[in-house]
């Protein structure tokens, strides 16, 4: 039963108290953890089982309650929610994708990537003509002059001539615009609201903070949104010498594949690098890598960038720093690890997204504010992630790597961000907000051991991919722990997730449901498989849609637009009571949809976005957001705008477990906190004004939600 506390779980150890417990403010610091997709049933599972002690002790001494995620339940949303306190609605952030109404086109809809000049823009070529060809004129001349040489101006041109072409050509090497990044997040941060009132604050890893933004007597790490150093939100590559490798996936989540042309001796190849978005060619900058395979094959060297490591057979490398080169002047900095995931027969190399170096990070990529803040971390403890998406879910969800390898990235990596932790937990900031993805990650890919009905489920590897999972919410429960030892009585601590899980069995494409119905007219024959690579890239994202006679489409997950004439490009709905009739239709015709297979109804709720939402923009927000039922999600075709000739197909892929577009009901997160709630029906957008009155801090608009501390 959602948002009630199973009876047999916590009964009488996980007790709340009264408001009246509740109402002193603390003198002392707020650490704020945040863990994303922690599912609320399946930790009161393993509190009951005793294997979350610290989580328990936490709950007994202060109080736990199920956190109701926003609508939809997915993480950049929610997360938005959590740091401005006001609903999808108001923050902007409402799915992973937005459109453009005129021309029906999405584009992601945390961030805005733009263009902007570099230095003087198209004006540096003759700059620096100018300059080069006037200094080296004016230095000439002048050193002339002083040698008391005749006529030193006259001299001095064949320097000036020199100038002019040394100018030319470093001009060249000068973009005329670089990539910008605007975030749309809308909203006041509460870190941002306590540091005008002169609290200092480190905030780390929050999805959705990226350009990082400063703030008063604060530090940002920016997370969820960085992009990885090709521009992307985490492209792996893998390495094969197997001719006869083939992708067991369709690649949806688009794993750069790199054939070797041989496996024994020296084989050479490349590390790909970022597109070339400076200059005209070539379209991709790339890096020379050497493989050295031993004559005995127990490793490989391997040499990259002015660097040589060797590899045995399940190894990962140190940290590898990649640099490539636009030209002498412009480079690309980054870092990435890379694993040898086996040898014989063949070999199998895998590289992880390739992480920006924030000390050679380009103009506006600002992942940290300070902006030299991240390179001040990089000095003291060494290369960490610093792409958003930290944990690598793409290569194992298409198979290229084993769960085993994900497993070690987590360690590797939540490794890494412990020793953030207890770096910023020495300072002497009131408010600590750190966050880890990884729990979501784990969910993500393992869930299907969890479910012995779900198709992907293996009895033979169910029992060690469920300890994995376990492994992940023990290692939560000693963060928590380790941190709470570090905290006084008159601290608080509060523990948090953003969403929970459900096994993903069936996916139900909405798409393809909208145009058997009529509601979206196809001009040709529908059935398209997409994948995300050409999500942004071709030019065309609804090649066969008729819009003039199209009613309604979908965009994201979840997302339900009316074709509504004055807004959308070619509306055919009239606003007014044409327009209302249609929502409900829709509605209440998706409600009753039932899956042939199993009898059950895919759609769990369809809300009308001001049910949910208490103001928005019109023009932006979803006319109707779709929730599904436990076990369905809309499919990944569904968001990239495909359209299968089916409605369901079970989902026997890796990505086993999700919540994107799961009923809220359905995926509660937790909240653990060390004072008594004043009550236990919680939700993440009650945590804004919580963590203000904690802080003493007036919020800077009326909040949406409710405090409970
Ligand atoms: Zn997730």
């Given amino acids: 039963m959602p948002n009630r506390l199973p009876a047999l779980t916590l009964a009488g150890c996980l007790g709340f108290a009264t408001a009246a ?23 009161e599972r393993l509190v009951a089982a005793g294997r979350l002690p610290n989580l328990a002790k936490l709950a007994e001494q202060g109080g736990y309650a199920r956190l109701a995620p926003t609508t939809p339940a997915q993480t950049p949303v929610s997360w938005a929610t959590f740091t401005t306190g006001r609903d999808p ?27 902007r000049p570099f230095l003087l823009g198209r004006a540096n ?47 060249g090497w000068l973009p005329a615009a670089i990539p910008a990044v605007v975030s749309r997040r809308a909203g006041t941060p509460f870190w941002h609201a306590a540091g005008d009132h002169g609290i200092a604050g480190t905030v780390a890893h929050i999805p959705v903070t990226f350009p990082a933004a400063a703030f008063p007597h604060g530090h940002l790490l920016a997370g969820l949104g960085v992009p990885d150093l090709r521009g992307r939100i985490g492209s792996p590559a893998f390495y094969t010498s197997n001719p006869a490798f083939t992708m067991a996936t369709d690649n949806e989540f688009s794993v750069e594949i790199i054939r070797l042309a041989g496996n024994s001796g020296t084989v050479d190849t490349t590390v790909v690098g970022p597109p070339n978005k400076l200059f005209p060619s070539p379209p991709r900058i790339e890096v020379p890598l ?54 014989d027969p ?96 784990l969910g993500h890919i393992l869930w299907r051991a969890v479910d012995p009905d779900h198709p992907a489920h293996e009895a ?45 069995r069936r996916s139900f494409h909405i798409d393809t449901w909208l145009a058997r119905e009529g509601y979206l007219a196809l001009a040709g024959g529908g059935g398209e498989v997409e994948n995300l690579e050409n999500l942004f890239d071709r030019g ?20 339900l637009y009316i074709n509504l004439a004055g807004r959308e490009g070619s509306g055919a709905v009239a606003p007014g009571a044409e327009y209302e009739r249609l929502r409900r239709e829709l509605a209440a015709r998706l409600e009753a949809v039932v899956d042939p297979a199993t009898g059950q109804h895919p759609v769990s709720r369809v809300f009308l976005r001001e049910e949910v939402y208490r103001t928005f923009d019109p023009q932006l927000i979803p006319d109707l957001i779709v929730t599904t039922s436990r076990g369905y999600r809309i499919s990944w075709q569904s968001a990239l705008g495909g359209m299968p000739d089916r409605l369901f197909e079970d989902n026997a892929r890796v990505w086993s477990g999700d919540h994107c577009t799961l009923d809220p ?3 509660p997160g937790v909240l653990f906190s060390s004072r008594p709630l004043e009550r236990r029906q919680l939700a993440i957008i009650d945590v804004y004004p919580t963590i203000l009155r904690l802080l003493q801090v007036r919020s800077p608009e009326e909040p949406v939600g409710q405090p409970f501390l």
């Fill in 665 to 667: 009901d359905v995926v």
């Fill in 21 to 43: 417990a509740a109402a002193s403010a603390p003198a002392g610091r707020l650490v704020v953890l945040g863990f994303d997709g922690v599912d609320a049933e399946y930790t």
């Fill in 460 to 504: 033979a590897t169910a029992a060690r991919l469920r300890g994995m999972l376990e492994d992940g919410y023990v290692m939560m429960d000693e963060i928590v722990g380790e941190v709470a030892a570090t905290l006084g009585p008159d601290d608080v601590l509060l523990v948090l997730s953003d969403h929970g899980f459900s096994t993903w």
């Fill in 540 to 559: 065309e994202f609804w090649p066969n849609v008729d819009w003039r006679r199209s009613r309604a489409y979908h965009l994201g997950l979840g997302g």
């Fill in 290 to 343: 050497r493989l050295e395979v031993a004559a005995d094959r127990a490793s490989v060297d391997l040499s990259t960038c002015g660097q040589r490591f060797t590899l045995r057979p399940g190894q990962w490398s140190g940290w590898v720093r990649l640099v490539f080169p636009f030209n002498p002047l412009v480079k690309a900095h980054g870092w990435a690890r890379f694993k040898l995931t086996q040898l």
């Fill in 346 to 441: 063949h070999i199998g190399l895998y590289l992880q997204p390739i992480s920006v170096d924030p000390v050679h990070a380009p103009p506006g990529f600002d992942i940290s504010a300070p902006r030299g803040w991240a390179g001040e971390l990089y000095e003291q403890f060494g290369p960490f992630k610093t792409v958003g998406w930290a944990i690598d879910t793409w290569a194992p969800s298409e198979k290229v790597v084993d769960e085993q390898t994900f497993w070690e990235d987590v360690e590797l990596t939540v490794g890494e961000f412990r020793g953030l932790l207890r770096h910023f937990l020495a300072s002497d900031d009131r408010l600590l907000v750190h966050y880890f993805e990884y729990t979501d990650r």
């Fill in 89 to 115: 609605g108001g923050t902007r952030i409402f799915d992973f994708l937005r459109r453009d109404p005129q021309t029906y086109l999405p584009t992601f809809a945390v961030a805005e990537e733009g263009r």
């Fill in 125 to 171: 070529r003759p700059l620096a003509v100018v300059l080069g060809g006037g200094v080296l004129f004016l230095a000439a001349a002048g050193a002339l002059a002083l040698a008391r040489r005749r006529r030193p101006w006259l001299l001095a041109a064949p320097a000036a001539l020199l100038g002019v072409v040394v100018g030319w050509v470093v001009g």
